[in-house]
């Protein structure tokens, strides 16, 4: 009975506590124009496993490409060390206090694979970011040209499955109950990010993908609360579609180059978009922009591959997916040429072979955009 009595309280507080968020959310300041800060400042987070590595790598590509800016005060380069998992679980915060101020006196952040412990109650530092900074839309593209590919993904990034995902009930023994929570202007905020990036990329299809027919509260009401964003929209065609058949059409060859923008909630924006990276050729390959109206942090879609440092393989990483996210950083804060000459060394010089190191391939990299 205690355990009941408990649960019910606890569930109480958390709605209470998610009512506030709405709120706020519903009350929040005017967003930051990154197009016209005076100085940019650019957060480097080194994370965990192969993380310091690539991001090392990356940290000299800005460094190459954004010498004059830097030189003339216009950027500033920030390395933030300490986002480790030893520090973490040490303190037992998953961002600790002093490394998330230093972050909020960036602008942008570029930032490494963090580990996150399955289990325990240690939240990942991904999603505590995601929260801390409001990082509200999760934008991952992923192109494939030679098969007419190319997709945008708008993943709602703050709340779900994943807001109250480490603080769920448990009556020991016999049953545990997590939350997902989807809130009206959590919702609108994403769709209109989405139909937004459609109106001004030339866009001309979004689909809303969700499992409304099962979980009809939350992805009932992400459905019908994008359609009224939609309506704003006329000239965008809109379809909604159930994230199973999804997963199926998305390795349909035939319909496949049909889908331009989707648009979902966190979760399943969480699952599909692996499945497309892999598409485009691996999780590796592709690049995720972590979009607030405060902040944006740019990161690699991977994991920290702990594997690969204790098999002795680290230098080998990969630092294409994370060089991919720098690309969309650039072009956040209004460096389009930049973004470009990234953009094209990274295409010119193609896949990363196995056996050359991370820094080699960086080499190459900067050579070609220095060429
Ligand atoms: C991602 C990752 C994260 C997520 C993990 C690392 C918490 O898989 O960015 O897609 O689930 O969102
Ligand atoms: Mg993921």
């Not at 009512?19 to 930051?32: G, H, L, T, W």
């Not at 970011?129 to 993943?155: C, H, K, T």
Request: proline share 4%; aromatic share 6%.
């Amino acid at each position: 009975m205690n355990y009941v009595e408990n649960a019910v309280s606890q569930f109480r507080a958390l709605l209470e506590e998610q009512i506030a968020r709405s709120e706020r959310m519903r009350d929040a300041a005017p967003a930051k124009d990154f197009s016209k800060l005076q100085t940019v400042t650019i957060g480097v987070i080194d994370g965990d496993g192969i993380g310091p590595i690539i991001t090392g790598q990356s940290m000299r590509v800005l460094r190459a490409l954004l010498a004059e800016e830097i030189a003339a005060g216009r950027i500033v380069l920030k390395p933030i060390e300490g986002l480790t998992i030893e520090n973490r679980l040490a303190v037992g915060e998953a961002i600790p206090k002093d490394i998330l101020a230093e972050i909020k006196t960036c602008d942008v952040l570029l930032k490494g694979p963090t580990e996150t412990p399955k289990g325990g109650t240690m939240e990942s530092a991904n999603v505590a970011m995601r929260r801390e900074l409001d990082l509200y839309a999760n934008v991952r593209p992923v192109s494939v040209p030679e098969q007419g590919i190319d997709w945008i993904f708008f993943r709602e990034n703050t709340e779900g499955e994943y807001v109250l995902g480490s603080r769920g009930v448990e009556i020991p023994g016999t049953l545990c109950m997590d939350f997902k929570v989807t809130t009206v202007p959590g919702t609108k905020r994403i769709a209109r990010a989405a139909f937004e990036y459609a109106k001004q990329n030339g866009k001309k299809y979004v689909a809303i993908v969700t499992k409304a027919n099962i979980m009809k509260k939350t992805d009932g009401t992400f459905s019908a609360l994008c359609h009224e964003i939609a309506a704003e929209y006329p000239d965008i065609e809109v379809e909604d579609w159930y994230i199973d058949i999804m997963t199926a059409k998305l390795v349909d060859e035939k319909t496949r180059s049909k889908f331009q923008v989707f648009l979902l909630p966190n979760l399943y924006g969480d699952i599909i978009t692996d499945e497309a990276a892999q598409i485009q050729g691996g999780v590796g390959t592709a690049g995720s922009a972590n979009l607030g109206d405060q902040y944006a942090m740019f990161e690699a879609i991977h994991g920290s591959a702990p594997r690969m440092i204790e098999t002795g393989r680290g230098g080998f990483a990969n630092p294409a997916s994370i060089l991919r996210a720098a690309v969309m950083l650039l072009r956040h804060i209004a460096r389009p040429a930049l973004a470009e000459k990234l953009e094209s060394a990274l295409d010119a010089v193609g896949e990363k072979p196995r056996e050359m190191t991370a820094e080699a391939y960086t080499d190459l990299l900067i050579q070609r955009m220095q060429a």
